[in-house]
């Protein structure tokens, strides 16, 4: 986008922009950029979209029926369209959009913008077009340049805790998941950029940064000294930000948990003990199916080697159930490895195929009242283990990033290194602060307790 074609754009006074976001962090923080590139146009965010001149969906396809809730979903905008007399622009962005491309537009003809993940930079252009030509544009390749090389700096602050893109896209094919058709390549930003956009942030308030990848701990990136960095050189570089109180990364894969990257988590004090591995299964047959490249004893060894880089470290992981070709036995090798791993917390799912991903046509299919069965026995050990973490927390005391106002008078609220919500009395004054808190009580996705003067070292 170049400065010429910005100008040719009349500057409306104020224009309002509402986005709708689906999934996971990575499009959280997209839509949050997607924002920032619309702001020289006049856009603004707004919470509603009545009366919005432009409306963008930004969605996922990870799991379940994506495209029948984003179909609904247009199907309740194009009233207000209508009601605007046309004048709403509606774009179709992120990974439902980039796997279905050209079928929105042949089942929602007044949609005007369908854009992939990838090109999000090439908005203002797209949003021109669609304004001029009043037909629909779609831009789901996957450019040669890199978005990240057109973005503009960020504009709204993100506030105490932020959210840092630092890769995209992913190499590994596991047999269930779509990402690496919806996002690509895996793609490494540089070092320097990724700095400087930390700087940035802690500029404008944040104390918290959490580096974002769909496979973040493959990322290996560009140096300032012209070498590559991995992830453990880069997590030492942000540690030495002045102003940053905390750091942490997600998404990561156990293949590509490197020496470095444990030695930093017994190195850096910033690196919160909290790490959000996923191991999927706990059967080496479905993991081989799922084309995950370790075992379940690997995935053992691995988190042996972090605690004790890191003693007072905390796993939290995902689990899929039903995967086609599990059975019972291969069930029960997941329950064993979540006993023995034990985990602080836990995502699970029951396998939903993906078109045209490899698992979705095999052989095996597990029918839909066992995958039921099976995800509630998963998730009812996985509360136990939650609700006995967090009963463990009683009586101790721990260090608090406080991020808002709480929901009762007088109170406010943070989050722990373990990610809990903390809630505490105390000012309005003291967010932004790190505090140690005296815990009272366990609630069951929460803790409450009492600030003590001054925060524990690390
Ligand atoms: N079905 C169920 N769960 C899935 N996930 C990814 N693809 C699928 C699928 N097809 C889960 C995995 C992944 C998380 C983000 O979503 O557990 O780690
Ligand atoms: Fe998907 Fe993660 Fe596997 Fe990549 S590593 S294919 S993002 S589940």
């Not at 986008?1 to 923080?29: D, F, S």
């Not at 836990?346 to 939903?352: C, D, E, H, Q, T």
Request: hydrophobic share 40%; with cysteine; net charge neutral.
């Amino acid at each position: 986008m170049t400065g010429a074609n910005l100008e040719t754009i009349p500057k409306a006074a104020r224009k309002r922009l509402h986005v709708i976001t689906w999934g996971c962090q990575m499009n959280v923080y997209d839509s949050g950029r997607m924002a920032d590139v619309l702001a020289p146009l006049g856009y603004a965010p707004t919470d509603t979209p009545e009366g919005a001149d432009m409306v963008i969906l930004n969605t996922c396809h990870i799991r379940d029926k994506a495209a029948e809730k984003v179909f609904s979903e247009l199907g309740r905008l194009r009233r207000l369209k209508e009601a605007a007399n046309g004048r709403m622009i509606l774009a179709v962005a992120g990974c439902v959009a980039q796997a279905e491309g050209k079928e929105i537009l042949a089942r929602a003809p007044f949609v005007d913008i369908v854009l992939g993940p990838q090109t999000y930079h090439r908005l203002p252009e797209m949003v021109a077009q669609a304004a001029r030509a009043g037909g629909a544009v779609i831009e789901t390749e996957f450019p040669a340049e890199d978005k990240f090389d057109f973005l503009p700096e960020q504009s709204a602050p993100q506030g105490v805790t932020a959210f840092l893109t630092v890769q995209e896209g992913c190499d590994k094919f596991c047999s269930f998941c779509v990402v690496p058709y919806t996002r690509g390549a895996e793609q490494s930003r540089p070092a320097a950029a990724i700095l400087a956009e930390a700087r940035r942030l802690i500029a404008q308030g944040s104390r918290e940064i959490t580096l974002l990848g769909q496979n973040v701990n493959a990322w290996h990136g560009a140096a300032p000294d012209g070498g590559t960095w991995s992830l453990g050189r880069l997590l030492r570089g942000m540690a030495a930000l002045p102003g940053l109180a905390r750091l942490r990364y997600a998404t990561s894969h156990p293949r590509d948990m490197d020496d470095a990257l444990i030695e930093a988590h017994r190195d850096l004090p910033k690196l919160m003990p909290f790490l959000h591995l996923p191991v999927q299964s706990g059967s080496d047959r479905i993991l081989a199916t799922m084309n995950r490249r370790h075992t379940a004893d690997d995935y053992l060894r691995l988190t042996d080697r972090l605690r004790a880089a890191r003693p007072d470290l905390a796993l939290s992981s995902d689990f899929i159930v039903g995967h086609s070709g599990e059975t019972e036995a291969d069930f029960e090798a997941t329950l064993t490895l979540v006993r023995s791993v034990g985990f602080a917390q836990a995502y699970s799912f029951k396998y939903s195929p993906r078109p045209g991903t490899p698992a979705a046509g095999a052989p095996g299919q597990v029918p839909e009242a066992e995958k039921d069965r099976r995800l509630q026995a998963l998730q009812s050990l996985l509360r136990e283990q939650q609700a006995a973490f967090n009963a463990a927390c009683v009586g101790t005391t721990m260090n608090v990033l406080f991020t808002g106002p709480g929901r009762h008078p007088g109170q406010i609220v943070g989050r722990s290194s373990y990610l809990q919500p903390i809630h505490a009395i105390g000012s309005v004054s003291l967010i932004g602060d790190e505090l140690a808190v005296r815990i009272r009580d366990a609630h069951p996705n929460s803790l409450s307790g009492t600030l003590v003067q001054e925060r524990l070292s690390a």
